[in-house]
């Protein structure tokens, strides 16, 4: 069965310095890997996605991430934080086949940017 | 150009109470999804349908069922609240393995 780990529920970065948010997953099958914020108070919205193809995606907001299989990792960065990038990230993995397509999140990791 | 809506966003209840929140898509997604988030901010499926049929449903009270009148609509009904039904719950669509697009929220208060 898929899960996801992300290390760390609590990250906390000065504005303008690197931003490293961990993902490890376990899957039997290719994953379909996501990242996802949540700001305040809102639904969750897409920052980028990994199917199939080049391992380095990139996402909006400035924010990439690279997925390695042997290390079954899908760590998220940003080379320079933003205020505005405090918010809540979930790293997710697709669970199932045929057309039981359902997300399998992680525990969350609060992002906190410093002045 | 809302591309999933719920309301209400803020609902709350007595305990024992019977509620409903309404999901509405216009991306024209062929599935739909409820999640819940509870107070530690953990998401987790609790039902999904696809063109209107049932494709998965987690180990859920059937005190709560999913209602889904066309491929654009996925209500919630929830009978006999209790406090523990307290959360954050989340709408979402997408065609299968696609991205999922959430809806903003309804949290929901049992008193």
């Known amino acids: 069965a898929q899960s996801v780990t992300q290390l760390g529920s609590h990250v906390s970065v000065s504005e303008g310095a690197l931003v490293l948010l961990r993902c490890n997953y376990s899957s039997s099958v290719p994953p379909y890997l996501f990242w996802y914020v949540q700001y305040p108070n809102q639904g969750l919205q897409l920052l980028l996605k990994y199917t199939t193809g080049a391992t380095l995606v990139k996402g909006i907001n400035g924010f990439e991430a690279e997925f390695k299989k042997s290390e079954t990792s899908f760590h998220l960065t940003k080379p320079s934080a933003h205020m505005s990038d405090a918010a809540e990230y979930f790293c997710a993995v697709i669970h199932g086949s045929g057309n039981t397509g359902k997300l399998i999140f992680g525990q969350g990791t609060t992002l906190q940017v410093k002045p | 150009d809302t591309a999933v809506s719920q309301t209400p966003k803020y609902l709350v209840t007595q305990m024992g109470n019977d509620k409903s929140i309404k999901c509405e898509q216009n991306?024209?997604?062929?599935?739909m999804y409820w999640y819940k988030q509870d107070s530690k901010k953990f998401l987790k499926i609790m039902f999904s349908?696809?063109?209107?049929?049932?494709?998965i449903n987690e180990t859920v009270p059937n005190r709560f069922s999913p209602k889904s009148p066309d491929k654009a609509h996925l209500n919630l009904h929830i009978n006999s609240l209790e406090l523990g039904d307290s959360a954050v719950y989340f709408c979402a669509s997408s065609q299968i393995y696609n991205e999922q697009f959430f809806g903003p929220g309804t949290r929901l208060t049992v008193l």
């Open positions: 349908y696809n063109n209107k049929e049932l494709i």
């Open positions: 991306l024209g997604h062929d599935t």
